[in-house]
């Protein structure tokens, strides 16, 4: 049983175009993070979020935890070129140092 | 500048070799750990260690182990490769026992059990 669901597992779009990619889970997490992996490499992180609501903003993307902490979203305004790759939520459910991984948002943006 | 390395990019193994896998990190962290990564799937844990010689099972264990003799040293052993085990491997190092604690990877090991 995966404990967070990404959606869309893949997205497409062009240039230019919003959008968001969903983490969601049953369990309530301490804290998540997002992490973008680009071919050939290791994840690196975006952002943690500790706080029901807590929306985080890093230039074009917007992060949001859902207030039950049990969710979290990340909104590209503007998607570029540069901003494909595979995007991972991760989240921890006992305030420790293990991480649960999600499933995987692998985005394409098309110039 | 922060640095995870694996001491290999590509690995062929046959069923039934013993496989070493090692990563080895220069940023002093107390923290390492071992994933897989396979499509769909996202990341999961094989082992963590959080000093030397301290190790805990992940959620995939099975089939697995891993030495953490020095701090920046932490091998995952294959005891005996199977065809399942063929995956991508990643490892990870991070400062403390924090969740919010950033996790650095390594590249990453491709491994494929013929």
């Known amino acids: 049983t995966q404990l967070l669901e990404q959606s869309p597992q893949f997205l497409s779009i062009q240039e230019g175009e919003n959008l968001t990619v969903y983490c969601n889970s049953s369990s309530v997490f301490s804290s998540l993070q997002w992490y973008r992996q680009e071919p050939g490499e290791g994840p690196v992180l975006l952002v943690t979020v500790v706080t029901g609501g807590e929306v985080k903003k890093l230039k074009r993307l917007t992060f949001q935890f859902g207030d039950a902490r049990k969710d979290s979203s990340l909104h590209i305004t503007a998607a570029q070129p540069g901003d494909t790759g595979l995007y991972l939520c991760a989240g921890s459910l006992g305030g420790n140092e293990k991480l649960t991984f999600g499933t995987g948002t692998r985005l394409t943006i098309i110039p | 500048d922060v640095k995870v390395t694996q001491s290999s990019r590509y690995l062929v193994k046959r069923t039934g070799e013993k496989v070493f896998l090692e990563c080895v990190q220069d940023m002093d962290h107390e923290n390492m750990f071992w994933y897989r990564q396979d499509p769909g799937l996202g990341l999961r844990l094989i082992y963590f260690s959080y000093d030397v010689k301290m190790k805990e099972k992940g959620d995939i264990p099975e089939g697995y182990s891993v030495s953490r003799e020095k701090k920046e040293r932490f091998s995952l052993i294959l005891e005996s490769a199977s065809t399942n085990q063929t995956s991508m491997y990643l490892c990870?190092?991070?400062?403390?026992?924090?969740?919010?604690?950033?996790?650095?990877f390594g590249p990453g090991t491709r491994l494929t059990v013929l």
């Open positions: 990870a190092s991070s400062f403390s026992g924090q969740s919010t604690d950033t996790q650095y």
